[in-house]
């Protein structure tokens, strides 16, 4: 489907709905209605959206500082503030960034935007497919699978809600990871907000009605097993907002982390 069939089909899509909830502006009318329930089953998912986005940021400084100069972005949404390319070339110039959404106006506003940008670009590919994604042409291209490539999986996986088949995909793409690489995942866990099993059970609704994308938030110790084998840097897997925290992130959750709903941590490849 391109941008405009997409645009036609009114159907709200996660990367939209994300987009709108972080007050972003490429979303239709769909994506603020599927937005706004949301916000009316979770008030605080904005403030969610805004913490895990901050996780990210930080999460990509921090190992960029440890050296690593590749990204490969699963699930990477709609652009926003503090862009994977826009950290990481921060840090080095030379920072070589590949975007992969399965959301086409993501896709498409990415490119816009890297227009000129020789070292990030930006493929519309589904991560349940992962070996697909580690085969693509430009991915070979940009990124040197001889060398350390930090994976994100940033708040993606809870969009893949068969168990198996997103523990295959984070297995399959470390497989194709050389050793000093690092796996960056945030993902929607309600493990610390138990007053709102029902409210879940809505929101899983929406997702599977209005998109073609099903909800499966998970618990830590779910999320904890795809980093098994794998050394977490401190502090673990914690609340996003708890994950190396900066002075100028957003304090919506200071004082009950778990209320963002998404767990964070950072591993490396030994
Ligand atoms: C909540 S957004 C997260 C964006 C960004 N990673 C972040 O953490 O800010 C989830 C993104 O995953 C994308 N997505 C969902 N399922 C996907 C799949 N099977 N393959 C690729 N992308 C997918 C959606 O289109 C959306 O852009």
Request: glycine share 6%.
């Amino acid at each position: 489907m391109d941008v405009a069939d997409d645009r036609a089909s009114k159907q709200a899509t996660a990367a939209r709905i994300y987009d709108y909830l972080l007050g972003g502006t490429y979303n239709f009318p769909a994506d603020r209605a599927a937005g706004e329930k949301m916000i009316e089953m979770f008030p605080m998912a904005p403030a969610g959206a805004r913490n895990n986005r901050a996780f990210l940021r930080r999460a990509v400084r921090h190992v960029a500082n440890l050296g690593v100069t590749q990204f490969l972005d699963l699930g990477s949404g709609i652009p926003t503030e503090g862009n994977v390319h826009e950290v990481a070339q921060s840090v080095d110039k030379n920072a070589r960034v590949v975007y992969v959404d399965i959301d086409p106006v993501a896709v498409s506003e990415s490119l816009d935007l890297l227009r000129g940008n020789d070292n990030a670009t930006a493929i519309r590919a589904d991560a349940r497919d992962a070996q697909s994604i580690l085969d693509h042409r430009q991915v070979r291209e940009l990124l040197d699978f001889d060398q350390p490539i930090a994976l994100l999986l940033c708040a993606v996986l809870h969009f893949v809600p068969e168990d198996d088949l997103a523990a295959d995909v984070v297995r399959t793409l470390l497989a194709g990871l050389p050793s000093g690489s690092y796996l960056v995942l945030s993902h929607g866990s309600v493990e610390g907000m138990p007053e709102r099993a029902a409210q879940l059970e809505d929101a899983k609704d929406l997702y599977k009605r209005d998109t073609a994308t099903q909800l499966k938030p998970r618990t830590r110790t779910e999320v904890l097993r795809y980093f098994d084998g794998l050394d977490l840097i401190e502090p673990g897997l914690v609340w996003v907002p708890q994950w190396h925290p900066d002075a100028d992130d957003p304090t919506d959750f200071v004082d009950n982390p778990s209320r963002s709903a998404c767990l964070g941590g950072v591993a490396r490849l030994s």
